[in-house]
């Protein structure tokens, strides 16, 4: 049985440590920061229309550090820690498995990558190639999930979980197909995820499947953080004695202003999104990116949300209200920094940008005098 050592006991992680050992293929080593004691002595309950309700649930093995996790060789490494590059980067995060003796006694893992944004994989890469021993072998990948850890030990799921992967190729945006050696490296890690009970597609271009999924954060994630409401605020109509009583919802009172000027503007975000994904070379196809796509992410969106048991809170959201650092630089200012390389203007994007490294900043100049006090 292969050893797997995943690093981030967040929502994300909780979940993807739950599926890879329920498909018995594999044992998990989790590296639990911040909720490691609780998590050891009250285990994890998960509430999942999906996978049920689940209580006192602990992997194989629990670490307070990747140090400690250092022991033995992993066949995959999975980084589910929030990618927020102004705190720490992953080559620094995973260090004692990039230098020795870790590199002398043991092969060089593959590491998966499930992180939200763009360019996430590509300090890691640099980092593995700099090791000199192998090539590095980098799963790059686009999570959908609706998931939220409530409490420490306390993860919210919906039911539907699904991973897009592929190989990560740095700095190639082009399509290419998977060669032999990649497929049998991907299609193993499918094959444990899948069993586990996760809906899994291996795609050839990694890099056009994140940038597309992409949109949902940078439309939906970014305002729901700057408005302070979720999703059913912007489409959920008013609850019925059928339905019964839910918030948020769209009041009729002022709702027209909603569809004039609020759902409009969103759409133009994507738009955005669509024109600059077009100018790096996407193909306006259904492998790359169709014209579609963006009204495709709004309507699903909206169906999702006009739910009465939607009760999902992005994770950016979530992350200012517990004060905690955002992904602002990996989810907007990638694609701001690749809207100037590519000359493409996205005014509506770059306000969304504005506005967040200001709570980005307060959320950061908090976090130093609570560790300066």
Request: net charge negative; proline share 7%.
């Amino acid at each position: 049985m292969k050893d797997v050592l995943l690093i981030g006991f967040g929502a994300v992680g909780a979940i993807y440590s739950l599926i890879l050992e329920r498909s018995r293929e594999v044992r998990v080593t989790v590296v639990a920061r911040s909720n490691y004691e609780i998590v050891k002595d009250q285990g994890m309950t998960f509430h999942s229309k999906k996978y049920g309700e689940v209580e006192g649930w602990r992997p194989y093995r629990l670490c307070r550090s990747v140090h400690e996790a250092a022991d033995r060789h992993y066949s995959y490494v999975l980084i589910t820690t929030k990618a927020v590059p102004e705190i720490q980067r992953t080559p620094d995060l995973i260090s004692p498995l990039l230098r020795a003796p870790y590199i002398d006694l043991y092969e060089l893992p593959t590491y998966v990558v499930m992180q939200n944004g763009l360019g996430v994989e590509r300090d890691l890469y640099k980092a593995v190639q700099g090791i000199g021993k192998d090539e590095p072998t980098v799963i790059g990948t686009a999570v959908w999930i609706g998931t939220n850890l409530v409490t420490p030990n306390e993860v919210e799921h919906t039911f539907f979980d699904r991973v897009s992967m592929g190989i990560y190729r740095d700095g190639d945006m082009k399509l290419t197909e998977n060669s032999p050696k990649e497929t049998a490296i991907l299609e193993e890690f499918k094959g444990v995820l899948s069993a586990g009970g996760s809906e899994v597609t291996i795609v050839p271009q990694i890099q056009w499947t994140k940038y597309a999924k992409n949109f949902w954060n940078v439309a939906f994630a970014s305002i729901s953080t700057l408005t302070g409401y979720t999703l059913p605020a912007f489409f959920r109509p008013p609850p019925t004695e059928e339905t019964g009583p839910y918030a948020p919802y769209v009041d009729p009172t002022t709702a027209d202003k909603i569809s004039v000027y609020t759902l409009p503007n969103i759409e133009a975000i994507m738009a955005e999104l669509v024109q600059l994904g077009h100018a790096m070379g996407i193909p306006e196809t259904e492998e790359g990116l169709p014209p579609t796509n963006a009204s495709n992410v709004f309507k699903f969106t909206r169906q999702l949300h006009m739910r009465p048991d939607s009760v999902h809170i992005p994770s950016m959201m979530l992350d200012a209200q517990k004060g905690q650092p955002l992904e602002v630089e990996v989810i907007i200012g990638e694609v701001v920094q690749l809207a100037r390389e590519y000359k493409v203007d996205i005014p509506r994007i770059e306000m969304l940008y504005s506005l967040l490294v200001v709570v980005q900043n307060q959320i950061l100049r908090k976090r130093a005098v609570s560790a300066g006090a």
